[in-house]
């Protein structure tokens, strides 16, 4: 058997994405062809979030997103993650047969469990895909307590 370390801020930011979800499913479904079930939705990149001992990593799938169209921002202890997938036309709109990828602006907002070190945060983006790490503050490390015997 593993142990594993708890976390208390896991099942809140899981929590936290599930009712985001669960509110964007809902709130933006609308009719469309119904022969083929199909529904129309805002877009929002799919996000992996882990930590390490000395930071969290933020991996968001971003692919047609250009790194100008990008925008960052962390406040506090939470992370902002904007953008836009901008529609290219060159072709007629009468000639497309079906659209069913998703375009236009979205916005994921994340709270981050512990301080970090917003001068040290570093972002990559390659292959559609755009990774941050934030480095903890040294008051959010875990510290190891040591015991003394008498």
């Known amino acids: 058997m593993a142990i594993v370390r708890w976390d208390p801020f896991r099942d809140l930011m899981n929590l936290q994405d599930r009712m985001n979800r669960l509110f964007d499913q809902t709130l933006s479904r609308t009719r469309s062809d119904e022969d083929e079930g199909l529904t129309a939705s805002t877009w929002a990149p799919a996000v992996?979030?882990?930590?390490?001992?000395?930071?969290?990593?933020?991996m968001a799938e971003l692919p047609g997103v250009s790194r100008?169209?990008?925008?960052?921002?962390?406040?506090?202890?939470?992370?902002?993650?904007?953008?836009?997938?901008?529609?290219?036309?060159?072709v007629?709109?009468?000639?497309?047969?079906?659209?069913?990828?998703?375009?236009?602006a979205f916005q994921r907002?994340?709270?981050?469990?512990?301080?970090?070190?917003?001068?040290?945060?570093?972002?990559?983006?390659?292959?559609?895909?755009?990774?941050l790490t934030l480095p903890k503050a040294e008051e959010a490390k875990p510290k190891q307590v040591k015991i003394d015997v008498k």
């Open 68 to 90: 100008e169209n990008i925008d960052i921002q962390v406040r506090n202890n939470t992370l902002t993650l904007k953008g836009e997938r901008k529609f290219e036309r060159e």
């Open 92 to 104: 007629k709109d009468e000639n497309y047969l079906r659209i069913e990828r998703s375009y236009g």
């Open 48 to 58: 992996d979030i882990y930590e390490t001992a000395d930071s969290i990593v933020l």
């Open 109 to 131: 907002v994340f709270s981050l469990p512990g301080v970090v070190q917003r001068d040290k945060i570093k972002a990559v983006f390659k292959d559609g895909v755009l990774e």
